[in-house]
Nanobody
Framework: QVQVVESGGGLVQAGGSLRLSCAAS????????MGWYRQAPGKQRELVAS??????????NYADSVTGRFTISRDDTKRTVYLQMNSLKPEDTAVYYC??????????????????WGKGTQVTVSS
């Protein structure tokens, strides 16, 4: 079983900063990528940022709306990724979800796994 747990959400004024954390634990052979998504009321869930975790290249991907303001980083020793959010805007208000693309094992046919989601953490930015 794999668990993904987010933390660090809260209420902040516009222009402020927050740092979200996401830790993956359980029966994990290898994490391949981890990402942050968000869902505002009445809107679809959207990708915020993702990072490759299967090698040392630190390949990242950001939504246009957060580029230059948000930074995703990782700590492989803790199987944790962070989302540093600066210059927050009211439109960043949403529930932020983390996911982890992991291998839970390998056999002679290759490695297998799934994408696991956390329960989300609320970020509210007041104007």
């Amino acid at each position: 079983q794999v668990q993904v747990v987010e933390s660090g959400g809260g209420l902040v004024q516009a222009g402020g900063s927050l740092r979200l954390s996401c830790a993956a634990s359980g029966t994990i052979f290898q994490t391949n990528a981890m990402g942050w998504y968000r869902q505002a009321p009445g809107k679809q869930r959207e990708l915020v940022a993702s990072i490759n975790t299967s090698d040392d290249r630190d390949k990242t991907n950001y939504a246009d709306s957060v580029t230059g303001r948000f930074t995703i980083s990782r700590d492989d020793t803790k199987r944790t990724v962070y989302l540093q959010m600066n210059s927050l805007k009211p439109e960043d208000t949403a529930v932020y979800y983390c996911n982890a693309d992991v291998f839970t094992g390998c056999s002679g046919f290759g490695c297998y796994g799934d994408v696991y989601w956390g329960k989300g953490t609320q970020v509210t930015v007041s104007s």
